[in-house]
């Protein structure tokens, strides 16, 4: 096996946590220490895990060939690219950064360093993205949504740099280039924008409508996608994709004969479209083990990643037209208009 990648996390919060505990378990990887500025924290973080709580970005410089970023968004561009002029490799949470200009600036740290830099939306490795991806041919219609029940946390942040951007990410990658977004958005119970809708009209013509709310009452992981006599089901929660596959009446009749007794009809079937269902095979592999593994295997290849710093910022570019789509409808609703323009603290994964 080639060597272990010695590598830290930096961030020891909820999303910093997760990363240390699939690092110290990969094959490949040496967890080469834990650093927040709460040393309390990083000390728990490190204790749990089998290793050290390190007293600086200095040290983890020092211990480590590359880096997980899981610090408040605010931070990744400040964090990310000193680490990056260090020598490290870098994967920094989504969003990659507070603002579009920020995050070019971590991209020109990356390049500059001739360092690796992969963004951590998580989601694209998800087992039933993965499969679906496969499937995509000429999708002309998505349908999207990602919603949670009320938590005090990320409430700081709008929910479409929050949650949605997982989506924005994941369509982006199987429908490319946005030509037009049209988007609406409310803050419920706090500041910030609570739930959001965006309907996105793709370069190819195909049309995706995405919502996202943290503060509905069952949480929900779906997207949908329809193409030429199909559509494909995903449900990230549970990792699973389904196909929905249509036999078409002209096909039917060339099986079945026509049927004189069934205007339209054919013998031997009934006279509407025949539905056939089809599980996708996925892999049973937790998708942020996914992630980090392929951040380490681009890391060991000096390969591009998956979800590079371009694809981070496309996604990041994507959700601030959404956040101004909101902005522009709000200004004929004032009383709906949200006060935020750009995320401040780590968004959920």
Do not use: C
Request: neutral net charge; without cysteine.
């Amino acid at each position: 096996m080639s060597e272990r990648v010695r590598v830290a996390v930096v961030g020891a919060g909820d999303f910093g946590r997760h990363h240390a505990r699939v690092y110290a378990a990969l094959e490949g990887a040496q967890l080469a220490g834990v650093y927040d500025t709460d040393r309390r924290r990083a000390e728990e973080v490190a204790r749990e895990f089998g290793t050290e709580a390190l007293e600086s970005l200095e040290a983890v410089a020092d211990r480590a060939q590359a880096a997980s970023v899981a610090v408040p968004t605010a931070e990744h561009v400040r964090v990310g690219a000193w680490l990056l002029g260090r020598g490290l490799d870098v994967l920094v949470e989504k969003p990659m950064a507070a603002t579009v200009a920020e995050g070019k600036q971590l991209m020109e740290a990356a390049a500059g360093a001739r360092r690796i830099l992969q963004v951590g939306h998580v989601e694209r490795f998800n087992p039933a993205i993965v499969a679906a991806a496969r499937e995509v041919k000429e999708p002309l219609f998505f349908e999207v949504h990602r919603l949670g029940v009320f938590t005090p946390r990320s409430l700081d942040v709008d929910v479409v740099y929050d949650v949605m951007i997982h989506d924005l990410d994941v369509l982006l990658s199987l429908a490319g280039p946005v030509r037009e977004v049209k988007a609406v958005g409310i803050p419920v119970v706090t500041d910030k924008v609570d739930i959001a809708h965006a309907r996105l009209e793709f370069a190819t013509g195909a049309v995706a409508n995405v919502t996202a709310s943290r503060i509905s009452t069952e949480r929900v992981r779906k997207l949908r996608f329809f193409q030429r006599h199909e559509y494909i089901s995903v449900d990230y929660a549970r990792r699973d994709a389904l196909r929905i596959r249509v036999a078409q009446p002209a096909a039917a009749r060339e099986a079945y004969g026509p049927d004189p007794a069934v205007p339209g009809g054919w013998a031997g079937a009934s006279p509407g479209p025949q539905f056939a269902f089809e599980k996708l095979a996925v892999e049973t592999e937790e998708p942020l083990r996914a992630e980090l593994r392929a951040f380490l295997a681009s890391v060991r290849a000096r390969s591009t990643p998956l979800v590079d710093g371009a694809a981070g910022l496309n996604a990041l570019a994507l959700a601030s037209r959404v956040m101004e789509g909101i902005r522009e409808h709000a200004r004929a609703v004032p009383r709906s208009a949200p006060d935020s323009a750009a995320p401040r603290s780590q968004a959920a994964t």
